[in-house]
């Protein structure tokens, strides 16, 4: 057994074995789990140096799970926008593929709480060769994103079959892995996964990050190995409240993330998902963090700040507003009434 399939054999599933000192009694817990599972890899675990920490609050169970009335279970309408089961066609050249139901720890603030990591995640073969034959009859797709779950969480050889069976399709000219794998599980990033990923080429790779602390050795390793082989690698973060919803922590993590070569991609408002109401915070307070990065360091380390609007919508770009008056075509001429990065309106 590899070493990143011990790693899952010894994760924490149950909250009785989460180590006294990160928990006061794991009885009432147990019943959120029931609904919501949960799993903590010994790797990801390692991370936590306290009780409610950051990397606490993302991945052990906590009672205000069951105490959110007002999200949704499917915010994003996913299950309605399918045309065939696991396959998410919401805008017209790209699709999102959910090709595992499994992750390396589940995330308490998931966006596919409702299913993932459960058996009410139905993903076998035969729901992606369904998958397989809409994305061949539908050519107008030309880019493909694999989720799930996780993709990375298949075996090496399960993957490569969905990835031959993608690039038969001439229609198809780009293929992007979502992966919180490089995070919360860098030892599944092998140089035999990374071997049989590169004749795949080109393969985007997005990896959800949310705090400086998740930036480790061996996270910059697995980065590292990716970023060598060619892969362009882009950053997705969730704004969680009480994780990582300061400016400093935000800027911090953009930063790290440039030094393992990974590129800021996305910065998304928390969903309104069932489950998930506590970690949510208001998009004033995001914007207010976007304009403390924009123009106050490099570009390079500034998201795109988006909500992905309940009901199904679609992606929203949020960007605090620097164009104080649109009545003059003067704006381009002379900058009039034009708010500068640093907050000075010139005129
Ligand atoms: C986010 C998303 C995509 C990809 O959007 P990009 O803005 O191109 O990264 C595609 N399909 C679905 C359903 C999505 O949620
Ligand atoms: S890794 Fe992604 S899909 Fe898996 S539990 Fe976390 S947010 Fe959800």
Request: net charge positive; hydrophobic share 35%.
């Amino acid at each position: 057994m590899s070493s990143w399939q011990k790693q899952l054999e010894k994760s924490i599933i149950h909250p009785r074995d989460i180590p006294v000192r990160f928990i006061d009694g794991a009885g009432a817990l147990a019943r959120i789990t029931d609904a919501y599972p949960m799993r903590v890899n010994p790797y990801f675990l390692s991370l936590i140096k306290k009780k409610g920490d950051p990397i606490w609050k993302q991945v052990i169970p906590d009672e205000q799970e069951f105490r959110d009335t007002i999200c949704m279970t499917d915010p994003l309408n996913e299950e309605n926008l399918s045309p065939v089961p696991n396959l998410v066609h919401k805008y017209p050249d790209r699709a999102l593929f959910l090709v595992s139901s499994e992750c390396a720890v589940y995330c308490r603030f998931c966006t596919r709480k409702r299913k993932v990591g459960t058996d009410r995640m139905k993903v076998s073969r035969e729901t992606v060769r369904e998958g397989l034959n809409y994305l061949r009859k539908t050519t107008e797709i030309r880019d493909v994103l694999l989720s799930g779950g996780d993709p990375l969480l298949l075996t090496d050889e399960y993957l490569q079959w969905i990835l031959e069976a993608l690039r038969r399709i001439k229609t198809i000219e780009i293929i992007r892995i979502h992966t919180r794998v490089p995070c919360a599980l860098p030892m599944r990033v092998t140089t035999r996964l990374v071997r049989m990923l590169k004749k795949f080429h080109p393969l985007y790779i997005n990896i959800h990050f949310n705090h400086p602390d998740e930036i480790t050795a061996e996270a910059a390793k697995a980065c590292g190995r990716l970023a060598d082989n060619g892969f362009p690698l882009g950053g997705q973060t969730v704004l969680l409240r009480g994780v990582n919803n300061s400016a400093a922590t935000m800027k911090q993590l953009m930063h790290r993330l440039l030094q393992i070569r990974v590129r800021p991609y996305y910065l998304f408002q928390a969903d309104m998902t069932r489950g998930t109401n506590h970690f949510r915070t208001s998009i004033e307070e995001g914007l207010a963090i976007m304009k403390t990065l924009i123009g106050h360091t490099s570009g390079l380390a500034v998201p795109a700040y988006t909500v992905d609007a309940p009901g199904g919508g679609g992606k929203i770009p949020l960007t605090p507003d620097y164009v104080k008056r649109l009545d003059s075509e003067l704006i381009f001429e002379n900058y009039c009434g034009v708010t500068c990065s640093y907050g000075n309106v010139v005129y």
